[in-house]
């Protein structure tokens, strides 16, 4: 089971900033869409098709418009490439192919199309 995504602390001097104030927001945002989405991610093989992973989604409650600026926010810079994000998040115990997986979930939730999330860093 992936844990829950909680805000990320202050961008540090060292950190790009821009990515980590984006997970922060997207957190602020949507507390309960992000909630459910990384509870169901544990469910989401990381090879899921397009169609398992809408499945996933569609028992959930629809994401805010608000939620939905800030997860698009968040994935049109590729912020889950970001290494000061997935810095973050690996403190929190979320790697790389579960931010994906998440980042897929919210991206359907949004009804969002394909082509905003990159398939590679």
Do not use: H, W
Not at 4 to 22: K, L
Not at 75 to 91: F, I, M, Q, T
Request: aromatic share 4%; net charge neutral.
């Amino acid at each position: 089971m992936v844990p829950p995504i909680t805000p990320a602390p202050a961008p540090s001097s060292n950190s790009s900033g821009a990515c980590v104030s984006r997970l922060a927001a997207l957190a602020q945002m949507c507390p309960s869409f992000v909630a459910q989405v990384t509870a169901q991610a544990g469910n989401i093989p990381e090879n899921a098709t397009d169609a398992m992973v809408m499945e996933q989604v569609s028992s959930q409650a629809k994401p805010t418009p608000q939620c939905c600026i800030a997860v698009q926010g968040f994935l049109k810079p590729a912020c889950y490439c970001d290494e000061s994000v997935l810095r973050v998040l690996s403190g929190q115990g979320i790697g790389a192919a579960e931010l994906r997986t998440v980042m897929r979930a919210a991206m359907y939730g949004c009804d969002f199309a394909k082509s905003i999330l990159g398939t590679t860093c």
